[in-house]
């Protein structure tokens, strides 16, 4: 079993930042690919940024590319998202969840590809 709790989550107006992190307890952190999703009031979880075990490999949805940074501390158990430039449509409660890394050429977007979850954190961008 994998645990993970996030936090960061927060109110900020379009245009600035937020830094969540989500910190995981239980079998080796770093044998895991992580991933962060979101899911807006109404809408299906979606996918938005996942990272390699090791770090060295990251994958963004499209809406979020240039924007949003996935990186990790093996050594302290934690993956965090940077987002900046957020705007009113990135609302959202955030996941991150962790799943088995088997390469670069495995899709890592899927939600039930993931095993573990966490409880999420709310983010809210005012216009």
């Known amino acids: 079993q994998v645990q993970l709790v996030e936090s960061g989550g927060g109110l900020v107006q379009a245009g600035g930042s937020l830094r969540l992190s989500c910190a995981a307890s239980g079998r080796t952190f770093s044998n895991y690919a992580m991933g962060w999703f979101r899911q807006a009031p109404g809408k299906e979880r979606e996918f938005v940024t996942a990272?390699?075990?090791?770090?060295?490999?990251?994958y963004y949805a499209d809406s979020v590319k240039g924007r949003f940074t996935i990186s990790r501390d093996n050594a302290k158990n934690t993956v965090y998202l940077q987002m900046n430039s957020l705007k009113p449509e990135d609302t959202a409660v955030y996941y991150c969840?962790?799943?088995?890394?088997?390469?670069?050429?495995?899709?890592?977007?899927?939600?039930?590809?993931?095993?573990?979850w966490g409880q999420g954190t709310q983010v809210t961008v005012s216009s």
């Open positions: 990272i390699s075990p090791s770090g060295g490999r990251t």
């Open positions: 969840a962790a799943r088995d890394w088997r390469g670069i050429s495995t899709d890592y977007t899927m939600v039930d590809d993931y095993d573990y």
